[in-house]
Nanobody, 125 residues
């Protein structure tokens, strides 16, 4: 059974930092693209960042560009999201996602086959 488990969320003040981790089990994702998405209360889930299998290509939502960094460790089957200069509007549940068959980075939800349960990030003003 494939599982993606996020950790590292929590409450932080505006301007602070958090690092989210996503641990994959049940299969290897070393040849597959991974991504992070988020969903704020009352809003649709939206793209945050994605990384291709080799870490050579990353894409970010305009709202987080320059503040967030996605990375991966294929040997550990892990993906990370370093979040700096956090703003109250970054408050959301953050989801890790993995593509089953494709190595190229992707920005849209339907392109992902596996999802974690989410990790709450709350940024206070």
């Amino acid at each position: 059974q494939v599982q993606l488990v996020e950790s590292g969320g929590g409450l932080v003040q505006a301007g602070g930092s958090l690092r989210l981790s996503c641990a994959a089990s049940g299969r290897t994702f070393s040849n597959n693209a991974m991504g992070w998405f988020r969903q704020a209360a009352g809003k649709e889930r939206e793209f945050v960042a994605t990384i291709n299998w080799s870490s050579s290509i990353t894409y970010y939502a305009d709202s987080v560009k320059g503040r967030f960094t996605i990375s991966r460790d294929n040997a550990k089957n892990m993906v990370y999201l370093q979040m700096n200069s956090l703003k109250p509007e970054d408050t959301a549940i953050y989801y890790c996602a993995g593509r089953a068959y494709y190595s190229n980075a992707a920005r849209s939800l339907p392109e992902y086959d596996y999802w974690g349960q989410g990790s709450q990030v709350t940024v206070s003003s």
